[in-house]
Every structure is written in C-alpha cells, then in structure tokens.
C-alpha cells in the first residue's frame, strides 16, 4: 500500500538557518504530494502541494519538488523564522478516486531565537 | 482558500456523557469528509469517511456505534462519541473536500477531555 516516511524529529535549529525536512514515498500510480504544517494547538493547514512529476509547491518561503525518480518531496526553506516552529506533516494522495491521504508521521521544528 | 470550521473547539465532558462534534465547510460543497483522531505527538489516525446521504466507511478498529457519524447536508457533517471514557480523551480533526479536486482542507480541531 502506500506509504510516508518522514524524518524523525525534532529538528531543532537557530532563527535564519536552512531548513529541509526529507519526505519520500511509496505509492502504485501517480499520487498527488502535500504538506501540511500544524501549529501548537491547531489543526493541519495546507502549505503546498504538487500535483505531478517536477513540480515545484512553494509558499511562505517554503519550496518542495515532486522528484518521481527518487520518490521524494523534501520541504527546504532558506531562512527560518521562529513563528515557523510548528509539526510538518508530508501526505499523498490517490489520484484514482479515493483522495484518502496517506500521512507521514509528522515532524516537529522548533526555532530558536 | 477554503474553510472548514469546527464546533466546539475545546470540551470537557463526564465519563458515560456523550458529545456532539460539528464540522462545517463555509465556502464550498463538501462531498466527503473525513474524521481524524490525533494523540499527542503522533500523526493524524483516519477514523472514518464519510459522504452526504450515506453511511460512513469506518477504518478497522474503529467502533462505529462508538463514534457515530452523520453527514447530513453537503456542509455539515457530526462526529458524536457516545458514552465517552477517559481514553477517548483526544484532539480530534475533520476535513473536507469538494467535488473538484484532491486537496484536503482541515478544520481547527476539537479537543476532548473525558474526565
């Protein structure tokens, strides 16, 4: 079936480091990819997403580029911020019909001053 | 883009009451919803999903005369969990999509507190 897999957090860094936060995938066919970012004490809020192959998802200074060969789609932004500190969740989704996401098991960021 | 709302953001109810969780989509139809569980620092656990005018699908292991479902109109759907325990303490998440596409749009999430 398919599957997530995320990194393991927490990924603890200092205000204006890079960011990247590694997702890949399993999946039969062609999934659409997200990811999701949840605050402390809320729920998901869609980030970005691609749809196919070579896509490039970008928002708030965040960017992640469907990669079909190496099944990836690793979040990256440049320079972090602390309000960025918050749990990322990468997802896909069966195009086929269902659009049941499949959900990686989140990672924690946490931004220091 | 897309809202979806949830009610009541935060509940605290006693062992064996039973509580009513609404999920609405404020600016679009919602052909499917779906009810997630959350516990702390783990991802989101597909309970069930459900489409206006039918019974929901529920995932393995999930009791479906505990968690009842109802999606009553294309904009609301209610997650009542009857006869609540401790252990069904839990944040729990709706989400909703329209007849178009494949993104998921995520209520705020609710918080119950069995005590």
């Known amino acids: 079936g398919d599957s997530v897999t995320q990194m393991e957090g927490p990924v603890t860094l200092s205000e204006e480091a890079f960011l990247t936060i590694n997702c890949t995938y399993t999946?039969?066919?062609?999934?659409?990819l997200f990811w999701y970012v949840q605050y402390p004490g809320e729920g998901l809020q869609l980030l970005l997403k691609?749809?196919?192959?070579?896509d490039k998802g970008s928002n708030k200074g965040f960017e992640a580029t469907y990669r079909k060969e190496t099944t990836s789609f690793h979040l990256e932004k440049g320079s972090v911020q602390v309000s960025d500190s918050a749990v990322y969740f990468c997802?896909?989704?069966?195009?086929?019909?269902?659009?049941?996401?499949?959900f990686g098991r989140g990672t924690s960021l946490i931004v220091h001053p | 883009g897309a809202v979806v709302s949830q009610h009541p953001s935060r509940v605290i109810c006693k062992s064996g009451t039973s509580v009513k969780i609404e999920c609405r989509s404020l600016?679009?139809?919602?052909?499917?919803m779906f009810w997630y569980r959350q516990f702390p620092k783990q991802s989101l656990m597909l309970m069930a999903t459900?489409?206006?005018?039918?019974?929901?699908?529920?995932e393995q292991g999930v009791e479906k005369d505990k968690f009842l479902i109802n999606h009553a109109s294309l904009t609301l759907s209610t997650l009542t969990v009857t006869s609540a325990h401790p252990e069904d303490s839990s944040f729990y998440i709706c989400?909703?999509?329209?007849?178009?596409?494949?993104?998921?749009?995520f209520g705020p999430g609710t918080r119950l507190l069995v005590l």
């Open positions: 989400s909703a999509i329209g007849s178009k596409g494949e993104t998921q749009y």
């Open positions: 999946a039969t066919g062609y999934p659409s």
């Open positions: 691609a749809t196919k192959a070579d």
């Open positions: 997802a896909l989704s069966d195009t086929g019909g269902s659009y049941i996401p499949t």
């Open positions: 600016d679009f139809q919602a052909t499917t």
């Open positions: 459900s489409n206006e005018g039918s019974k929901a699908t529920y």
